[in-house]
């Protein structure tokens, strides 16, 4: 009598799903590591972020000083073409009576 070692189809069954799982498992690991390794690798160190943000804190607050001078003085924008700025509180008494003006000839029954 001979014997079979051929194995039972349930185990036959049970060892390709463990395998076919451990194989995904071990995909997975090796996309999650990619992945990590990637992002660290392509990302700025703490002491380039506070040097970018100190860059922008500082350009930002050139920005809101300009803006603000721009609003508050007289000056020129372009000498050259007698193109000047005034400050917008004065831009503001300036332009006001000429919009009340034409608003006051429009005709009857119109929207000013």
């Known amino acids: 009598m001979s014997h079979d070692h051929t194995p039972a189809p349930e185990t036959a069954r049970s060892s390709t799903g463990i395998l ?3 194989g995904v498992l071990i ?3 090796a996309a999650v590591i990619g992945a990590l390794w990637l992002n660290r690798s ?3 160190t703490e002491t380039e972020d506070l040097d970018r943000a100190a860059v ?3 350009n930002l607050a050139e920005l809101q000083a300009a803006d603000s001078n721009a609003l508050t003085t007289y000056g020129w924008n372009d000498q050259a073409k007698g193109i000047v700025h005034v400050p ?3 831009a503001m008494e300036l332009v006001l009576p000429s919009l009340q003006a034409s608003a006051n000839k429009a005709p009857k ?3 000013p």
């Open 109 to 111: 029954g119109a929207q």
């Open 42 to 44: 392509e990302s700025a």
């Open 20 to 22: 076919l799982g451990v």
């Open 88 to 90: 917008i509180t004065k």
């Open 56 to 58: 922008r804190t500082k």
């Open 27 to 29: 995909l997975l690991l």
